[in-house]
């Protein structure tokens, strides 16, 4: 798996980190997992910035936008250039008839240490976000899922809980 490197501030990452840890329980649930793909493709959002809300959630963070927008810019590069092609090889591997199996496990292995070096960067920037407001566990993860996935659809209504009421169900669950 990925080792420990620096990130593009000269920190270094770490990649088996609570964050991670979280996600890989949380994405075990096939529900959770194919909601959060349906979100992907649906909205274009970036299923690790979705966990990543829902984990500081967990800790009773309230993130306001400006953090979830510097978020998703702090990853842009590294999930546009890495994450997004590797992404595309393995899904064209499958599409050509799985001809290729052993060439597409290892793209996927590929892809899924990418997931974690994003994440890794997500988990060092999370060190660094100011004290904000803090509410209830189970609040802040539907507020701050929720407020990710209208900034992503573009809405300008407030927040809705229903917009991943699986991943957030599941959560609120996790948390209790």
């Known amino acids: 798996m990925a080792e420990n490197a620096p990130g593009s501030d000269g920190r270094e990452l770490h990649y088996e980190n609570e964050f991670w840890r979280f996600s890989l ?4 649930h096939d529900e959770v997992a194919n909601e959060c793909l349906s979100l992907q493709e649906a909205l274009g959002l970036d299923v690790n910035i979705l966990l990543f809300c829902a984990w500081l959630g967990t800790r009773g963070v309230v993130l306001r936008r400006e953090f979830i ?6 990853t842009a590069r590294w999930r546009d250039n890495i994450v997004s092609p590797l992404r595309r090889v393995r899904r064209q591997l499958k599409a050509d008839g799985n001809r290729f199996p052993s060439l597409r496990e290892r793209v996927k292995a590929l892809e899924l240490e990418s997931e974690q070096i994003e994440q890794a960067m997500l988990f060092a920037y999370a060190q660094d976000l100011p004290d904000s407001a803090s509410m209830r566990p189970a609040d802040a993860i539907a507020q701050n899922v929720s407020e990710y996935i209208a900034m992503k659809a573009g809405s300008m209504s407030s927040p809705h809980q229903s917009a991943a009421p699986v991943l957030i169900g599941t959560v609120q669950r996790m948390t209790l």
Request: charged share 20%.
């Open 69 to 74: 927008e510097a978020a998703c810019q702090l």
């Open 25 to 28: 329980r949380v994405y075990s």
